[in-house]
Structures are given as structure tokens and as C-alpha cells.
């Protein structure tokens, strides 16, 4: 018998709960993925090799927060950013990359992730394409997915010079890493301003994403911003994230034409309202400082790289070629799977994790990103070996 008192009871059966598409159909992101499962080993006791994080791990001292204002830091700040960060960030670009950026091109939100988002939101019609160069950061193409825009590939080994032959009359943005995440090159200048010429002249946007800008030693790097200071069809993106070890502190920037800014701000208003108040503090009283610590850090990181590209050349292990950034792409030939085989296998019987290639490209299956900012280099040679040992095993 019913108990009609009982509201859940005496309700109808209920309906499915039901979902959007764009959420079912987007994969979860391939190198959190395989993080998530290096955590779960961990706590079951396993020793992981971890090549698969995306950031170097600095050794960075923790300054006094007593000497920012740390009542106003409990509250909101301006949407844009604090204007003193936005003036910090605009003199580091001069100072170090001899562009002339203006403070109001600058809005800083949670981090770059959201922001790259946020532009796609401002500038994308629903259907419109976004191109990419393989590989490419494994969000890019998602987010693309999530605004209602199409993704679309250019293959690793196509010539910054072709690619205007991947465009089409709905193309609407080119997305660049510069330098590269995974492959650790570095788009030169003539190349970039090649680019640039063929996309305003067919109106597609360029989103340079600069969050490894200090990951160059050798003078190779330019920003667009000092390329293109009217930042006309430009959007760049940046972070505290890589540059200054504060992945974990959300603060990400862009930079970009004024008519850009105030959407990108409405946008974030809506969806973010503005970066941590108290880290930002922070940042602008320890800008220097921090720099100080973690600029001669990341000098040292591309240096091991060097010394771990020789590791990989001992082995015979192909890499895709660069001098920047602290990753390898890696290829597995002749190994027969894919890329997720080859990292999953790796991962449960040898205990060292690296991501998939296939989650940064649809022509990119015969590699796996290999990041070397965690590891020492004893550990990491022994990973090498075994990565040699996989890409054997089939034959």
C-alpha cells in the first residue's frame, strides 16, 4: 500500500536524466587523464616515473602575504585585473621581449585556459572553423567543440608556409603554440608575419598562445605583440603558470586589440567575474622576486633538456625537432598500437607514465609527449630505456 504522505513515493516514476551533446561527445583531457591515474598508483604504493605533468617544478620561497592588503584581497577585484599586475606584466614584455604593450590590452582572468575559451566565445559563429597545428594542447580543439565551433587539423609536418592551403571560407581562427607544447619548437618571425598577412587578409583571428615564452634561450622567440603592436586580428595568451611556477594559482592574461578586450570582458564578468584578488596582490608585490627565483630555474630546465635530448639520441629515440620548453614528443615506431596503448602498457607494467600523442593531433598517434620538469635525469634515463624497450617490443 502506498503511503501517500511520502512525497518521493507517491511522485511519478522520474525522467532520465538528460545531458548536452557537446559534454557527453568531448573526451576527458588525455594528460589529466593519465595524472589521475599516476595519483590513484601512488596511493596504492606504487614508485611512478611521472613524464606526463605539465609543469616544471621550481623551488620558490614563500614571501609575506602580511605585506599585501589582505582584508581588501577576501573581496572582489576589477574584472580586467588589477591595474598594477596588468602594468607589471605590460613592462615585463617590454623589458624582455621589447614589445610596447598597453596595460588596457591587458585582462587577466583564472588562468589562460578560461581566457582561450573566452575568446573563442567572442569571436566564433557556431559552425565556423578553427585551425591548428598538430600537435597541438590537447584543449584547444574541445573548447572549439564547446562554443559550437569545428576543429580542424593540420598535419605535424606541414610548413607554416602551406597552411594557408587548410583554410577555407569558414575558417575563423588560427591557433599557434609558441613555443610548442609538446614538440618544444619555435615559429620564426618571417614565418609568423607570413601568417599573419594571409589571415587578415581573410579575417581569421590569430591566437598565439606565448605561455612558454621564457622556455628560449637562444633569441629565437618572438611575441606578436611586438610584431603587430595595433594587435589587429591578434589575441596572445599567457600566464604566470609556466614563466613564474604558479600553475596552480589560476592567473592567466591576454593580450589583445581593445574591441577584443571589452568582450572578452563582458565575457568574463558573466563567467568568471575576476582572478584571485590576494595571489594577484601578491604577484604585483613579489613580481621581480618571484622572477628572480624562477627565471635562472627555467634556464636551467631547457639545459637539462638539452642534456636529455642527447640521452634520446644515444638511444635512436626520433623526436620531433626544437630546443624549448621542458617536453619531447617521442615517436613509438615500430611499435604496433596506438599512442594509448603504448602509454597505458607503459604506465601498468612499467611504472612510468607519458601522455598519449593522439590526444594532440589527428596525425599525431605515433608519438607520446614526454615532459622532463619532475624527474631527475637518473629517473628519466631509465624511463628512456624502457620506452626504447616498448617501441621494440612487436617487432
Not at 253 to 266: F, G, M, N, P, S
Not at 360 to 367: H, K, L
Amino acid at each position: 500500500m502506498t503511503n501517500e504522505s511520502d512525497p518521493i513515493k507517491s511522485a511519478p516514476p522520474a525522467a532520465p536524466m538528460r545531458f548536452a551533446k557537446a559534454a557527453d561527445e568531448i573526451p576527458e583531457a588525455m594528460s589529466i587523464q593519465f595524472n589521475q591515474m599516476v595519483y590513484d598508483l601512488k596511493r596504492a604504493g606504487r614508485d611512478v616515473i611521472v613524464l606526463s605533468l605539465g609543469e616544471a617544478f621550481f623551488h620558490i620561497p614563500l614571501f609575506d602575504f602580511h605585506q599585501t592588503d589582505y582584508v581588501k584581497g577576501y573581496h572582489y577585484s576589477d574584472s580586467m585585473g588589477l591595474p598594477e599586475l596588468r602594468q607589471k606584466i605590460a613592462a615585463y614584455y617590454l623589458n624582455e621581449y621589447g614589445a610596447q604593450v598597453d596595460p588596457d590590452t591587458i585582462m587577466i582572468s583564472a588562468g589562460s585556459k578560461i581566457i582561450i575559451y573566452l575568446a573563442m566565445l567572442v569571436t566564433l559563429e557556431r559552425g565556423e572553423e578553427v585551425l591548428m597545428h598538430d600537435p597541438c594542447w590537447v584543449s584547444y580543439p574541445q573548447q572549439a567543440r564547446l562554443v559550437g565551433a569545428v576543429p580542424k587539423n593540420i598535419p605535424y609536418d606541414a610548413q607554416p608556409r602551406d597552411f594557408e592551403k587548410y583554410m577555407t571560407d569558414k575558417t575563423r581562427m588560427l591557433i599557434l603554440n609558441n613555443p610548442n607544447n609538446p614538440g618544444g619548437f619555435v615559429y620564426s618571425a618571417q614565418d609568423l608575419r607570413r601568417l599573419y598577412d594571409v589571415c587578415r587578409a581573410r579575417g581569421i583571428y590569430m591566437l598565439v598562445d606565448e605561455a612558454y615564452s621564457d622556455f628560449v634561450l637562444d633569441g629565437s622567440f618572438s611575441t606578436m605583440a611586438k610584431l603587430f603592436p595595433g594587435l589587429e586580428h591578434v589575441i596572445i595568451v599567457n600566464s604566470l603558470s609556466k614563466n613564474l611556477g604558479m600553475s596552480g594559482w589560476r592567473i592567466g592574461y591576454a593580450i589583445t586589440h581593445k574591441e577584443v578586450i571589452k568582450r572578452l570582458l563582458k565575457t568574463n564578468q558573466h563567467l568568471i567575474t575576476c582572478a584571485p584578488t590576494t595571489l594577484q596582490q601578491y604577484c604585483v608585490k613579489y613580481f621581480e622576486q618571484i622572477l628572480s627565483h624562477t627565471l635562472p630555474q627555467v634556464a636551467e630546465t631547457v639545459r637539462k633538456r638539452g642534456r636529455v635530448a642527447k640521452m634520446l639520441d644515444e638511444l635512436e629515440l626520433t623526436r620531433l625537432p626544437g630546443g624549448s620548453t621542458f617536453y619531447f614528443f617521442v615517436g613509438i615506431d615500430p611499435y604496433p598500437g596506438t599512442s594509448f596503448e603504448f602509454a597505458t602498457t607503459l604506465l601498468q607494467e612499467k611504472g612510468v607514465c607519458v601522455v598519449p600523442g593522439s590526444g594532440y593531433g589527428t596525425s599525431t598517434d605515433r608519438f607520446v609527449r614526454v615532459g622532463i620538469g619532475t624527474e631527475s635525469e637518473e629517473r628519466i634515463r631509465e624511463a628512456l630505456v624502457f620506452i626504447k624497450d616498448l617501441t621494440q617490443s612487436g617487432q
